[in-house]
């Protein structure tokens, strides 16, 4: 049975870290691409990040570029994203998702498989 559990969220300060963790089951994760998406209140979802697992290639979406970065551990098949210099619009809960078979990082919602339930953020002072 396949899933995706994030966890690391939490109440931060404007210009903090965390990093998050998006443990995954039932597939071998050096399999699949990972993205991580995020949706703040009262808007859409947005990808935020992704991982290409053949070849290592890293995606950012232009907001966070800079800040954030996404890692991979096959030893623990999880997936990690490290967010530093928090801010207020970074506020939103963040969820992993696999990429489906044969698509790609960039397909957005309607390339992933699977996803996990969300980690809640907070950027508050």
């Known amino acids: 049975q396949v899933q995706l559990v994030e966890s690391g969220g939490g109440l931060v300060q404007p210009g903090g870290s965390l990093r998050l963790s998006c443990a995954a089951s039932?597939?071998?994760?050096?399999?699949?691409?990972i993205a991580w998406f995020r949706q703040a209140p009262g808007k859409e979802r947005e990808g935020v990040s992704c991982?290409?697992?053949?070849?290592?290639?890293?995606y950012y979406a232009d907001s966070v570029k800079g800040r954030f970065t996404i890692s991979g551990d096959n030893a623990k098949n999880t997936v990690y994203l490290q967010m530093n210099s928090l801010n207020f619009e970074d506020t939103a809960v963040y969820y992993c998702?696999?990429?489906?078979?044969?698509?790609?990082?960039?397909?957005?919602?309607?390339?992933?498989?699977?996803w996990g339930k969300g980690t809640l953020v907070i950027v508050s002072s």
């Open positions: 991982l290409s697992r053949g070849d290592g290639s890293t």
């Open positions: 039932g597939f071998t994760l050096d399999d699949y691409n």
């Open positions: 998702a696999r990429v489906r078979g044969g698509y790609g990082c960039l397909s957005g919602d309607i390339g992933m498989d699977y």
